[in-house]
């Protein structure tokens, strides 16, 4: 049938708009597998995540991701096939699934809204600098249960005998004992205060001429060496500060939540 020129200009008209459609479909979904289609959005979602690890994203890893995209919807379209969407377990599996999902939204959404601010950070540091600031102390000690033991070890000492063989025989400290007393450098404020207070009264070289009692027990202490502190600079150590100082406003944050909610 011979057309007249209006009927050739719809139907050309037609096959453009069908043409248009078509590529509109192709531009909305990332392919067809088996007649339904798999939107780019997956693609793009798995890109964002990718993305918040930190991963780049180059042409070759989007080649990696389209095809995992597509296989994703074959053994999808698999598994509903043979019925294993419809089981309990499947059920259960796809609400821890989705709770996952939701408590990791809402932890990121109070990331956002709370971040750590530089001034926190700043304060934060200032604290650890006044708390681990001044001198620096190497010390031993010998730890035993008794202060008649304590006494006895004061008096071998004195006619000679070596701190470190004592400490690593009599000790009861297992983490400087093998060590034969040696507790590293440290500052005051990580002993207790009768320990802390003993050892910076002592000169380098001296040793506790009396034991020294606190709640683990009695201790002979001698002090090897002093130094002045070494702080690591602000810019240093400022990431690792963020990083802890946002932990805790998460712990605090999901404490806060538990602590509100009615639970019978």
Do not use: C
Request: hydrophobic share 40%.
């Amino acid at each position: 049938m011979k057309l007249n020129p209006i009927q050739k200009t719809l139907r050309s008209a037609l096959v453009l708009t069908a043409v248009s459609i078509s590529f509109t479909v192709f531009a909305q979904n990332i392919a067809i597998v088996n007649g339904k289609a798999v939107p780019k959005s997956r693609a793009e979602a798995l890109t964002q995540q990718l993305i918040r690890s930190g991963r780049p994203v180059t042409p070759e890893v989007e080649d990696q991701i389209k095809e995992e995209v597509i296989a994703r919807e074959i053994f999808m379209q698999e598994a509903q096939k043979i019925g294993l969407d419809a089981s309990s377990d499947f059920k259960e599996q796809m609400e821890l699934a989705r709770q996952t999902i939701m408590i990791r939204e809402l932890f990121m959404q109070f990331q956002k809204k709370n971040p750590v601010t530089d001034a926190e950070i700043k304060s934060e540091y200032d604290k650890f600098v006044a708390a681990n600031g001044g001198k620096e102390y190497h010390a031993r000690h010998i730890l035993v249960e008794k202060e008649d033991q304590a006494k006895a070890v004061v008096a071998s000492l004195k006619k000679g005998a070596k701190f470190e063989d004592i400490a690593k025989k009599q000790s009861k400290d297992p983490g400087s004992g093998s060590k034969g007393g040696d507790l590293d450098w440290a500052t005051p404020g990580n002993f207790v205060k009768e320990f802390s207070d003993a050892m910076v009264a002592l000169k380098k070289g001296q040793t506790t001429e009396q034991p020294v009692k606190t709640q683990f027990g009695f201790h002979i202490i001698r002090l090897d060496d002093v130094r002045e502190a070494s702080i690591p600079k602000f810019e240093e150590v400022k990431p690792q500060i963020a990083q802890q100082l946002q932990q805790m406003k998460m712990t605090n944050y999901q404490q806060d939540l538990r602590t509100k909610a009615k639970v019978e």
